[in-house]
């Protein structure tokens, strides 16, 4: 009969700083169900435990759980070269990490019902045990732990894809980007971009939202939404884009884009209106997305060679949406294009215009085609 326990795999011993030794590696996610609740623990926080759990969809690395081991009987897993198999399906109890493994666990729970969705981060969270231990001594790590851990935005892992001084960049259209927005180049949002855990009083908008709002408005160039769901598929995509135009293009592009969004909705500053100061709703990921996607979807706003044009009609239309709107502001919670938000953004750009002028939309790329010739890399053979 096969024994049941929490496995850790990639396991091995560490000492920590206080010469405690203890086993260490990764968290089998479908082992996780069984750490057990002690008496000394608080209850999950749901709040907490859905931040964190967008934090594993995202793809951010969390901080490690503590452990407690009630037994020293510990064995290697068939079939699983480095792995550990803390023996008793109810011995191996959560000392310091409960919201993390609740979030987890809810996680897997939502992948079950639909397989669907992004494996996200199951496979990453990281553990340290303490072997045989009792209630006691869990209690006393439990009060001693460090339990200001915050969760590593993927917004300071997608800044270093841009590698630093001394280390190579892992993508380098991240490091284009990271330039654009913080050296002196002369940028409509320079230093309005957050690359650090959380924005300053500042900054308007994290890197990773606008690096997704540039792959929406570039969606044409291969032809179909590339995938962008965590910081490391949105470099990616970008990459791919990033491929396929002639760099002063995509630029330019970026540069008309935003010209025009702080040009029509402020996004320079956080808030809108001189006594309300209440939020600007354009400022939100689902405008900015579905608005990008638009435009990426109809020829109107492109030059024959690739480039963003913005006639006087558009920018005047874009002044003229009410962003005031309540029904139309409450569509914008969440994240990434909508439909009913494009439809509305495309019925103003269209209100009171003959058919005739109306936004052209794209015609559809056959499948294996490249999207749009005119603006694609030359390769030398």
Known sequence: MQKKGIIIENAR?????????VLAGRLSPHTAHLLQVGPYQREPIPAHVAKIKKA?????PLPHIWVGFRSIEIEDVPGMPGSKLLVGPKMSYLIDGLQ???ALLSYIADY???PTLDQGNLNSLEVQVFVNTTE????NLFRDVNSTSRIVSGNVL???????????????VVKLLLDLTTVGSGFVLQRKIGWKQSLSKDEVMNAVTMAQVLCYLHKHVTGKMQRIGNYRTVAASLDTIHSRVDDAVFWDNTRAFFNAMVQCFRIDHKTVGSMTKSKNPAL???FMASLAKVISDHENFWDNDGRLRFTDRHIARMKNFDMRDAD???MLAGGGAKPQVEYHIIEAFNKGLQEKNYLKKRIPVPAGREAYKPHLRVVAK
Do not use: H, W
């Open 158 to 172: 997608f800044r270093n894809m841009a590698g630093t001084a001394d280390t190579k960049p892992e993508s380098q």
């Open 136 to 139: 006691e001594i869990e209690k």
């Open 284 to 286: 939100m990921n689902v």
């Open 100 to 102: 993390r493994n609740t």
């Open 328 to 330: 139309f502001v409450a």
């Open 56 to 60: 594993l969809a995202d793809g951010s």
């Open 13 to 21: 011993y560490e000492t920590l700083k206080n010469g405690q030794r």
């Open 112 to 114: 079950i019902a639909d």
